[in-house]
């Protein structure tokens, strides 16, 4: 049930040296490709990265834990493509992005794959030294692979906190 693919992922901050699969990527990728976006406009690039370039996001986030991630996925944001809201100019890539980046942190924990999203990354260095297409910026880093730790309960704020049904007619 989706419910329980919901509740098994975690933020995972140890992975095994196990590298993930191709195909297990590519079936990620397009559960990604999938994802809805305001107006459709899909303004998102996603770079599987787990060669040299992994210095640079390790520069960009310097906590040990993500060195043992054998890939990190950098989302990155098209704000010129993105559906702009006209009432108000509100910029929705990067709320597309977040939709497609869930998208893959739950694929990945159906493939048996431990994610984090990292977002408190050195944005600045990340845009002067990795390599993005033009007009693209990172929105969030998100290492993957094969978790090494287990998931620890956290706690969830109360239902009746976070949303309300209509009353029953």
């Known amino acids: 049930m989706f419910k329980d693919l919901c509740a098994a992922r975690y933020s995972c901050r140890s992975y095994t040296s196990q590298p993930v ?5 590519q079936y990620i990728m397009e559960c990604v490709r999938l994802a809805p976006s305001a107006v459709n406009r899909q303004p998102w690039r996603f ?3 787990d060669d040299e370039r992994l210095q640079i996001l390790y520069r960009a986030y310097a906590r040990d834990w993500i060195r043992t991630a054998p890939a990190i996925i950098v989302c990155l944001a098209e704000k010129t493509a993105a559906w ?3 009432s108000d100019g509100k910029n929705h890539a990067d709320v597309d992005v977040a939709i497609a980046t869930e998208h893959l942190v739950l694929a990945a924990a159906e493939q048996g794959l431990g994610t984090c999203w990292v977002c408190n ?3 600045p260095l990340l845009a002067a030294e990795f390599p993005v297409p033009a007009g693209f910026e990172a929105v969030a ?3 993957i ?8 309960p956290k706690k969830r704020k109360e239902a009746a906190e976070i949303w309300e049904l209509p009353a029953e007619k």
């Open 121 to 123: 990354f050195d944005a």
């Open 47 to 49: 770079v599987v990265v």
């Open 21 to 25: 699969e191709r195909e297990k990527l």
């Open 141 to 143: 880093l998100i290492p």
């Open 84 to 86: 702009v809201r006209p």
């Open 145 to 152: 692979g094969y978790p090494a730790d287990t998931a620890t």
